[in-house]
């Protein structure tokens, strides 16, 4: 089996922002202590339960987050309402990724699959704050990178993959995010996120239990052996992660 070491850092210790609230976002433990103090003057924690939307496609970005905890799902929304999910964000990075380039709109809807909690930032105050600490700019650039990777590699695996390949590798990359082994979802939403039929998650579903990889149960599935899910998975989760720490490793 191929090293697929998650190059993503899991939530662990974080520090402590002005008003008591810990920090777990990966972009701004990072940061310079000057920096983060700086950038977190201007930021509001905010709660992000399920289903809220971050931000609107075609609608002006109000604001960046950072996500604290939880998880948020990058998706291409059709003219008729149908979506596709292109893009996974978690502790380790930010939601707004067109702001960096100074654009205000974004063709995606980002919302969140797993309820958590995020540092917000006006894109105003972001823009400020990018002129004024250049680690946080480069961060961001990285991530956007990142969340480019993703995207391109997920249009390729829904097109080329089956079912339950495209579940796995979609597990694999919801527990790098999380952490842990329960993934709360229903399989209304594994549909939107797999573009296809909740029949078809069904079956995908069956599948990965009847081989002791999951269980499945009332929205919530428990990852029963990682190493089988990376077995069961497709090419792409592993081609995602060897990238992201190829990239990890240039700049270490």
Known sequence: MADLSNPLPLKGAGSTSKNGQSVFNKIL????????ASVLAKMEFVNTP??????????????????????????????????????LIGTEGFVGAPLVAGYNTSPARVIMQIAGSAFRISARDLAVSMQECPQLTQAMHRFVQDLALQSQQVAACNR???????LARWLLMCQDRIGGDIVPL??????????????????????????GLITYSRGVVKIQSRAKLEDACCECYATIVRQTKKWRDEIS
């Open 186 to 211: 229903t399989q209304e939403f594994l549909a939107h996120m797999l573009a296809t039929r909740r029949a078809s998650v069904t079956v995908a579903a069956g599948i990965l239990q009847k081989a």
């Open 50 to 87: 399920t289903h809220t939307v971050l931000h609107e496609a075609e609608e002006p970005i109000k604001f960046a987050h950072f996500p604290n905890d939880g998880l948020a799902s990058v998706l291409n929304v059709m003219s008729d309402g149908k979506s596709v999910e292109v893009g």
């Open 160 to 166: 080329l993959h089956e079912v339950e390949e495209r």
């Open 29 to 36: 433990l990072g940061l310079p202590s000057k920096e983060c």
